[in-house]
Structures are given as C-alpha cells and as structure tokens.
C-alpha cells in the first residue's frame, strides 16, 4: 500500500506533490472527497480512493466538476472535513455552484484543489483559476514546495473552518507532478458521525438552512466580505509567506508555487543571494498588505515571478498605489510589464535571465559552440516526434471509418471534436479528422448549433464525437437539445470503457466505484434511446460492418442519430499486455510503393506498431511495440498483413 | 542530514525515453533508493498528453543540501539515461554540455515522422558517432533484446538504472536497489526486476 497511507509520523519521503496533497487530506481528517480526472490532477482522488477502506472515507469520480463540487459541500454542510479536486477548467464547470458556496460559506473544513497547466502541456488553455479567488471572494492559498503541499493542504481545512468559507488550493504540474522530500504527520481519524442541522434562521452559518436567497444578498454578501477580512489578518502573519535576503535589497522579488523554486535557482546561478529579496507567497489572495507594504519599502525594483496570468503583479501593484506617497516610487517587472513572458510555463533559465536583466548583469550562458552542435545533431539524430495514438487503440480505427466514411459521402461533412485522447483526431494520427475542438461536450454543442443550419442554405453532413466519460459529463445537455430542437447530426460516441486519457478512472457507464467496489451502471445506448435519438451500435475493429453502419446513418436526413463505436482502450486493465492476434507481414505480398496502396499501412494509418523499412521497401510489425488489435490487416488492400489469434 | 557529499551537488540527472517506457518508474525508483540514504531529490516529469507516443523527460536533482527546480537549467544535466536512442539528442540539445555522460539503450523506438517516411531515423552507427561527439562518456546498452529475452521489454528502464549504479558515484548499490524494489513491486515482481538490474550493474561493472 502506499505510503501516503502507511507512513509514520516523522519519517521522510519523496513524495509526488499530488500525493503530498493526498497524506496533507489525511493528516487533516478529510472524510469525502470528490472530483473529475483531468491532469495534473488525477492522482489525488485515485491515490485517496486506493487507501479510502482503511481511513473510513468516503471517495468518488463524480459526473462532472461542478457535482464533485456539490458532493464534497455537502460533506462540509454535515461536518465532515471535505475535498472536491479537478484541474483548472474543471473549476469553470463548477464556477455556478462555486458563486453560491462562497456566498453562503461552509461548515467543517472545504478545500477545492485545482492543479493547473501553464503551458498546457496536457491542457488546451493556461487557464488561471486563481482569479475566481478574487472575482468570488474566498481565500486562496499555493504551495512553493512538496512540504508545503503537504501542510497547506492540511492547513487549508483549518482556515477554511476558521473563516467558513472554500479556500482554493492552487498547484501547478511542476508541483502535481513533480516529487520531492516531505517530512510526514500524524494521519487524523476524523469525525465519523455525518449530521446536517438546518433549524436555525438563515443567517446562522453553523445551524441555518443553507440557502442563498433573494432579500438575503446583502446580509451573506457582507458576511462573506467580513470573513476575506479575517483571511486577511491571517495571512499577515502566515508561515506559509517566507522572506529570505538582504534587509535592503537591490531587487525584490515576489513569487510564488513552483516558481519560487526557479526562483530559488536563478537567485543561486547569477550568485546573487547578496543583492536579491526573495518574498514567497503562500497566501496569494487576499494578499496580505502590511506583509506586503514592509517589503515593498525596502526596494525601488519589485520583480513577479508567477506562473499563469498576471494575477499577484496587477494585484500587488493596485495594492501600491493604495500605499499612496509612503510606498515611495518603485518600479515593477513581471510578465506584463516584462522581462518574463507573458505566456507559457517558465522555468530556471526565463527566470535567471530576466533577473541578470534587471540587475545590469550578463545572463548565465552555455557553451555556445556545443549547443550549436548539439542543436544539429538533434535536428539530423532525433526525428520529429508527435503526439499519436497507441498501438491498439480504437480512436485510429474509429477516426479511420469516420475519415472514408465521410470521403465516400462527398457532401463536404465534418466532424466536431471533443476532450480526451480522441482530441488527438485535430492531427495526423486521427486524419485530421476533427474541424472544431472546445470544451467538453462542445462537440456535441456545436454539431446541434451546425444542424439547424439548414435554413440558410448550409447543406454538409454534421457530425460530431465524443467519448463515454465526457457524454455524462457535459455532453448529455448538448444531445438533448439537439434531440429536442431537431438538429440534423450524428454523435460518435467513441466508447472506449473508461476516462481512457488520464488513467483510466471509472464514470457512471462503468460498473465499479472509484475503488474498486461495484456499482450499476448506467447505460449510454439506453440513455440516448429515451432521450429519442436513433441508436446503433459498431465495434471499430470490425471494420466493413461498422463502416456500412456509418454510411447508413449519413443518409438519414432530418433528426438526431447517435453511433456508438464500442471498443476498449488498448490500455484497459482488461487488455493491458495481452495480445489478441499475432501479426505478420507476407514479404512477398507486401508491394509497397509498388502497389497502388501507395504504403496506406505506414503513410497514412501510421500505427506505431508497423515499422517501414526503406531498403527492403518493406512493412514489418514491430513485436515490440505491436499489441495485435488486428486492424491494419483489414485495411492491407493487398492482404499482406494477416493475423493469427492468440491461443488464450 | 547524514548524506555523503556529492562531487557536484546539486548532481542532475535526466531519464529520456518515449511514453510507456518506464521513465516514470525508473525516477522514482531512483529517487527512493537516494531519499532512503537522506538525500535531498527532487524530480519533475512531464506525462499526461506527451505520454500518448511522444518524448518524455524525467528530471532528477540529487543534493545534500535542499530541494532544486524541478525542472532543470540549460546545459547543467550531468547524467543522460536514454532509455530510446534518438530521445538522447533531443535532451543534449537543450540540457547538454561538453562534460556531460549518457547511458543510452540501443533500441529505438520509430516515431510516426519515421513509419510514414517524412523522417529518417540514424542508424546505430551514427548514433553513436553522435554521441561520441556530444558527451564526455557514452555507454550503448542493449537492455530491450535482453529485456525481451527476459520475457518483458519493459524492463528495460530498470536495467539502465543498473547500468547507472556501475558508471555513477551515486549511492545506488544492489542492496539499496533490492530494499527499495520491495517496497514498490508486488512480491512476484521482485526476482525479475533483481535480475534486470543485476544485468545492468554487470553489463557496465
């Protein structure tokens, strides 16, 4: 078992900053938790819901971010220490309860934690949560390292009891998903007695109804202010905001999260500790002004290094001018007003160069004729590498019918796309099958929008896709309101028996909890059926007979179709290392560039389990890399490939 | 904190591969095999999208004296384990110097670039000749065709983490190798990965 779960008290580990978040939950007393997979954020409800038995929790996947939400308030309204997780655009689909739940307040402990993507390295966004700290007036807190993940998380429970309100736990995926040494506590049993009182009027925050209501705006609004304000207080003496330097430095940076840590390291590589102030926020709002204002004074040059928007540089420099004639002139850098970008993630060498900048100093430079060379070799040495779908996986064989499919009907139809692996139809891997990629359920959204475009003379065949998570999640609404409007479309659901792309965590289509219990559960097929919709159902590695279901439902006019293409992801427990084919190719019968097939399997199907060999002209399996879904032997026109099934 | 000093502290280490190689497991393991002898380490990874056929990195900074970024800074890796041969370039160009030292296992791995022609991989023979050329030291190891004859190509990652504990002076002995691999491998698991791992330690002792 893991040791967020095991470890003692005092003992050291290195720990993953989402699993620091998980054992700070712990340490705390959390009794629900709740949330959606989305990374960085995965791990810490799969690595609760693994020890969830042995602390008495009670851990879901919920439909969406915004019920994660509502699951873990509740939990809070009945006295139990309460967690809801999800990644930053998750906290856009819970922002309307969001609203509501900061106006009101809480009961036990509630933390929202979102882990957020500069850089988008597994996001289509930088999206920056932290602005609904400010825009909905609850405290926000961001660790700077792996034991502050760990104790602010604990810590997070307290403050919002204290406060009674959400507090935010923002982390970053240089934090989420990046490890270091933490010091663990004693894990707390918690309550275990749920109990919600409502007997009282509908200002009693601990023993009221918990209602926002129209004529009670005013009264809970400035209730909620007042509790910002106490924040505030807090936060003024916080150990969570640390200063490190000179009393009068040359240069006052203000930082927080995972950039305080390049911080730390630009500050060690131009060897300026001597010179640099290094003020680490761990309370990002409200700030804090008499923290801030002792500081501030000491430097004419105050440099932001935060990642995401800029959030602390607007929000620091309105607090300055709040200062008035005190706070002196000063000069402000950041990434609004410069050196750093004002987009993307940043790391040691933006931060390190935009402090020599500042400083009047060479930046830290490398050995220009070894990267000159090393940059050469890497264009020759190291081929472009893309982002593309498994061996095995469905989404190819389904992206490949929906692609002829549409090529035969040549009525120019298209398909809108939507999240999860199957994005990945934007590009190659998927044909560039996708025209329209958004939210999730956007596709579904679109396509009803493009449906009813009829009138005004708009004749191509609509489609759209989406998998079997984000059809409970935010595609139900979107299919019903094309079902009701009668929007000429077809959904692909592309069911692949899992939330595929962050791990594989189960949803309400799924027939066990999140771990590992059973539950029911809830068909799709029959959902769209009452919903109205005309329902088929294809497995995509049975390629003739799905593409003629595909045809069919293009012909249709008028109304709502929904197809749903049934395979498991390559990567299910249930298909994980097993082969169910062995492949081979029949040199002899492999024409290649001779036959009129023009390489169809390498060029165009691109399956990473084929190899092409230019000298022998050649297409190979790689027996590495091949996990035998059989498909590329169904597209071979000359049948070169075969397959073999494997004796289970 | 009781942890030998380091010859360069912090000491960089970068595991490279493509996803589904094991990078994640290798660093971890890594990791806790340095973190139980009282080092500082602090690792950044990238996973999640890239994940899907694409590069991955593991970032490792092993120091005495605190946590480090956990991302890298240019030019500054001491050590490149490759566990696919071109992702080795891919790391020199960014994190490389003339100092640098790269373990690198001879397989490769063909992105999509490559299978539908756009591309071509190096040979062998120009892999190594490159990385002659780029690092102080290389080591080719041929740990998937053993790793296959093993019964498993995945391992591997942990036969280049043996590889590891014979060139480096990082503590990362048989004995600490095997406490930790207890910890994180289910019983069954355990003699195999000894076993890849002894076959690392011996292919460079």
Known sequence: MSIVSTGAKGQTALLMGNDAIARGALEAGVRVVAGYPGTPSSEIIQTLADVASNHGLYVEWSANEKVGLEVAAAGSFAQLRSLAVMKQVGVNVASDFLLHLSEYGTRAGLVLVTCEDPGGLSSTNEGDSRHYAKMMEFPLIEPGNFQEAKDMAAWGFELSEKVHNVVMFRSVTRMSHASGNVVLGEISPGPSKARFQFDGDMMDQMGGPVVTFPGMVDPMHRRQLEKLEMARKIFETSPFNTYTGPNQPDLLVITSSAASLYAREAIDLLHVAERVGLLKLGTTWPLPPKLLAKHLKTSEKTLIIEEGMPFLEDNIKALWTELGPEAGTKQFFGRKDGPLPPTDELNPDLVARALAEILGLPAPTADQAYMGRAAELAKTHAPFRAMTFCPGCPHRASYWLLNSALKQDNRRGFVCGDIGCYTLGVIGCGFNTLKTSHAMGSGTGLASGFGKLNRFGFDQPVMAVCGDSTFFHAAMPALVNAIHNRADMTLVLVDNSGTAMTGFQPHPGSSSDASGGELPSVDIARICEAMGAEVAIADPFEMERAEKTILDLLDKEDGVRVLILRQACALSPGKKGKRLFEMAVDENACLAEECGCNRLCTRIFGCPGLIWDPEAKKTRIDEVICVGCGVCASICPTGAISKKEVAS | ?205
């Open chain 2, 1 to 205: 904190m009781t942890a030998p000093q380091l010859p360069i502290d912090p000491y960089n280490v970068i595991i490279t591969g493509v996803g589904g190689q094991g990078n994640v497991l290798a660093s971890r393991l890594m990791g806790r095999m340095l973190v139980a002898q009282d080092y500082y380490v602090t690792i950044g990874e990238t996973f999640g999208a890239s994940q899907r056929g694409g590069s991955v990195m593991s970032h490792l900074r092993i120091s005495t004296r605190s946590a480090w970024s956990p991302q890298i800074p240019h030019g500054r890796a001491h050590m490149v384990i490759a566990i696919e041969p071109s992702e080795a370039f891919r790391v020199l160009a960014v994190y490389g110097n003339a100092e640098i030292q790269v373990i690198w296992n001879t397989r490769p791995i063909h992105p999509v670039s490559v299978i539908t022609g756009q591309a071509v991989y190096p040979s062998l023979e120009e892999i190594a000749q490159g990385l002659n050329e780029l690092s102080a030291q290389n080591w080719p190891l041929e740990a998937t065709s053993q790793a296959q004859t093993m019964g498993n190509p995945i391992l591997g990652n942990i036969m280049m983490v043996g590889a590891l504990s014979a060139v480096s002076d990082l503590p990362l002995g048989s004995d600490i190798f095997e406490e930790t691999i207890n910890e994180m491998m289910p019983p069954a698991k355990v003699p195999i990965n000894l076993q890849a791992f002894s076959w690392g330690r011996a292919a460079l002792t």
